[in-house]
């Protein structure tokens, strides 16, 4: 998950050295990273989120499987004792 967070890259530098142009960079800064309402923040819950949609999936497709074969394997006992 951290390889899509990068945090250097939410780092602002560009404002300028007046103090409220860093008091601005701190400020954006802090919403990409760090603050209790941060991008990164978001994006992690985000991540987990999709990473627990996809495991459902998947075990969901596992137990269509194992349904499909046991379908089949009574069906094909089922038509095995009409050909007798």
Not at 45 to 53: F, R
């Amino acid at each position: 998950m951290d390889a899509y967070l990068d945090v250097d890259r939410f780092k602002v530098v560009s404002f300028g050295t007046l103090p409220s142009a860093i008091a601005l960079a701190e400020k954006f800064t802090l919403k990409a990273d760090g603050g209790d309402d941060s991008l990164a923040l978001r994006l992690r819950e985000h991540i987990v989120l999709v990473e627990a949609m996809r495991d459902a999936y998947i075990a969901a497709g596992q137990l269509i499987d194992q349904q499909d074969e046991a379908f089949v394997s009574r069906l094909s006992s089922y038509t095995a004792s009409l050909d007798h």
